[in-house]
């Protein structure tokens, strides 16, 4: 988890992220199997090493996923909060305490970062933002393009080549419509995949005259692979080919409720972000050789090629007052609409390519896994900004008024070469992961005022290692370090690399049956803010400074209680961390002092979900609480003045084995129909979803 600076449209609003990096090597450092997700395919199963019993021939019911609210699936999963950035969002923010050595939630398809330009756009990393917000006099680059890759398809390591045939059919509130086939074949030398998603679904708020935005996206994986055998079936050969397709088109704005309108009209949506859209497509295309040798080498080539476009259109100004003041200015106005207000939208139109290989070579030495291998990625982005403006009258029509002429443009260059080793060496109870990595940076920008800057030949030599020990047969322990550092060019610190330490411990007791796990965490990040407004100023800057630290802790636990007719499978994820600002910090001249601690990242977040599953029926509930949020640095006792309330939310869901092919599934988000505000990280507050109910079928051929 590395840190950076990052601005979601053409605005003076400067966001400061904290955000993993490196993940393209990571998986070959890591010492367990990244935890991947798969939002539409199947549930996240946090109950491992259960054995089902099955008395009939006809399948169980399952836990049907609830996957229309993204970021609040993805808080079930220890260590992450996210929060959408708009309705319907496709790529909500999310923060993770955690770290790549001891497990991830990732992106990651086939040992290879399917995220195109994960160092430019933040979002497209694979673990995005812990957020600062704070209003600086920035010249240059405070347009960056937002992302279109989606947290919804997230691909994993699945869904792997295997014989399946399954339609889901999906119908819900807020006019959701969804539609999913899955096909896959494996035979002796020959296997394919192929997956198609399409969803549609309205936003939860509405303008005046009750139109509603809406979100539109598809998604189309094709995986084929070919095996073959050589020297009598000594060496073994997989060839892979892959082929990815997304789209979406979401209808919304990032402009939230404002003033008296939270409590009275909290869905509502102002007239004057009519017309305000992002959408965005890729497309991907990943080969991928293995070869396997009998005396236990393995050789794994991956290349790749990634291409796309995003746009993003959005009302950045009112008059002559910026962002900020946008919604406040709007809740005003259309309370009592008197006279004509300018409004200001900015489209920001990118275009990426991104493409790379990597090599691991792999042996086993006795008791040693060793790792050996090498990445190289270029990564090119173009961004054009145009600026319109509109007038809406009192009847709160928008009517163009003008377009400007002047394109501003700007581009982004990237190459990155990894080196590194690793070595898994397992001995009695003992077991140790140690790595090292060497990592070349050759980047620039060529910023909207033709200033170019930029790092070349900059270079890290980074370390991790992890201690574990087996106490029993169901305890382990483990104690490890880190370093990371961040590829990205720091837009206000360009020549100063974003490095990050982390030290993490932790205990564990697994069962058949269930699960603890206890585990604690610390992360210093080096050059994570704003420290010049001027690009020269920002190149001369050669100091390191450690602005951020976190710590955390981690507790889980899962149990299911088998009986002679029905299972009651439980478990719970909840954590503890405190974000602060350090001494190093206060000295930036940013209004920060030590101590303050960081916004948009509650300290108290619990998921814990129960159910009962009985032969062919499953009723279960998930609830979800996290603490305060707050909306400005610093250390006062939290308020309403400056944080967002606490909140618990209620999920019910259910499903029934209609029979060997068939099976039906109800979802019911926010039961309660809690009401409560998600951010208020651009103008106003965005209220989240209410109550939505969800009915699928799926037919398995």
Not at 7 to 34: C, D, Y
Not at 249 to 255: G, V
Not at 525 to 552: G, H, Y
Not at 576 to 601: F, K, P, V, W
Request: contains cysteine; hydrophobic residues 35%.
């Amino acid at each position: 988890m590395t840190t950076m600076n990052d601005s979601f449209f053409h605005a003076r609003k400067t966001l400061v992220a904290m955000a993993v990096g490196m993940s393209f090597v990571g998986s070959a450092i890591a010492q367990e199997e990244p935890k991947t997700i798969s939002l539409i395919k199947k549930p996240i199963s946090l109950i491992k090493n259960k054995k089902q019993k099955i008395k009939k021939t006809t399948k169980q019911a399952v836990e049907p996923l609830l996957y229309s609210d993204i970021a609040r699936v993805l808080n079930q999963l220890p260590g992450i909060f996210a929060i959408h950035r708009m309705p319907n969002d496709p790529n909500p923010l999310i923060s993770h305490h955690s770290d790549l050595l001891t497990h991830d939630v990732s992106l990651i398809s086939d040992n290879l970062n399917w995220n195109a330009l994960p160092y430019y756009l933040s979002g497209r990393k694979n673990i995005t933002p812990v957020l600062f917000s704070g209003e600086h006099n920035v010249q240059s680059l405070d347009y960056m393009a937002l992302p279109s890759s989606t947290v919804a398809s997230i691909v994993g390591n699945g869904p792997q080549i295997a014989d399946s045939a399954n339609l889901a059919l999906t119908l819900g509130s807020l006019n959701q419509r969804g539609l999913v086939l899955d096909h896959g074949s494996e035979k002796a030398n020959f296997g394919h995949r192929l997956y198609v998603n399409k969803r549609m679904q309205d936003s939860h708020r509405q303008f005046s005259n009750g139109d509603k935005g809406e979100f539109d996206a598809n998604e189309v994986l094709l995986k084929m692979h070919e095996i073959s055998r050589v020297n009598n079936g000594k060496n073994n050969q997989i060839t892979q080919l892959m082929l990815h397709y997304k789209d979406y088109q979401n209808d919304e704005s990032y402009i939230g409720i404002s003033g008296d309108d939270v409590n009275e009209r909290p869905r509502y949506r102002y007239s004057a972000t009519r017309g305000d859209y992002t959408s965005g497509d890729d497309l991907l295309l990943g080969i991928r050789h293995q070869t396997s040798l009998l005396a236990g080498e393995k050789i794994t080539t991956d290349v790749y090629y990634r291409r796309g476009d995003i746009k993003n259109y959005q009302t950045d100004g009112i008059g002559d007052f910026g962002i900020n003041f946008v919604a406040p200015v709007l809740s005003i106005y259309e309370d009592n609409p008197v006279g004509n207000q300018l409004i200001n939208k900015s489209l920001v139109e990118s275009s990426f390519v991104s493409s790379g290989f990597k090599m691991d070579m792999e042996q086993q030495r006795g008791a040693h896994q060793l790792n050996l291998g090498f990445s190289y990625q270029n990564e090119e982005l173009e961004q054009a900004v145009l600026v319109d403006n509109y007038l809406l009258s009192p009847d709160l029509l928008l009517t163009k008024q003008s377009s400007t002429d002047d394109v501003e443009n700007s581009e982004f260059e990237a190459r990155i070469n990894t080196f590194y080793l690793t070595d898994t060496w397992r001995s009695g109870r003992w077991d140790v992961n140690a790595g090292v990595r060497w990592v070349k940076f050759d980047d620039f920008i060529l910023d909207v005022d033709e200033s170019t800057f930029g790092r070349e030949d900059d270079k890290h030599t980074l370390f991790n290692l992890k201690l574990g020990y087996q106490f029993s047969s169901a305890v382990y322990g483990f104690i490890g370090a880190r370093q990371g550092v961040s590829g990205d060019i720091s837009v206000y610190s360009p020549q100063l690399a974003k490095l990050n330490n982390q030290a993490v411990i932790g205990l564990s007791y697994r069962t058949t049956a269930g699960y603890l796990s206890l585990k604690g965490y610390y992360r210093e990040f080096d050059n994570a803010l704003t420290r010049c407004a001027v690009s020269k100023e920002c190149a001369a800057m050669t100091q390191d400074s450690t602005d951020i630290e976190v710590s955390a802790l981690e507790l889980s636990g899962g149990y299911s209680a088998q009986f002679d007719d029905f299972e009651l499978p439980m478990s719970f994820n909840y954590s503890y961390r405190d974000g602060l600002y350090t001494q190093q910090a206060q000295q930036l001249n940013l209004g920060l002092s030590a101590n303050d601690e960081l916004t948009y990242l509650p300290k108290q977040q619990l998921s814990a979900k129960f159910g009962v599953k009985l032969e062919q029926l499953y009723i279960g509930a998930r609830v979800q609480y996290r603490s305060e949020l707050r909306v400005s640095p610093g250390q006062a006792e939290l308020t309403n003045a400056n944080s967002h309330g606490a909140v618990t939310v209620v999920d019910f869901t259910a499903s029934y084995q209609l029979s060997d092919s068939q099976r039906i599934s109800l979802a019911v988000e926010n039961a309660l129909d809690e009401e409560y505000v998600e951010h208020s990280m651009f103008s106003g507050s965005l209220i989240a979803r209410n109550r939505v109910a969800s009915l699928t079928y799926q037919y398995q051929f």
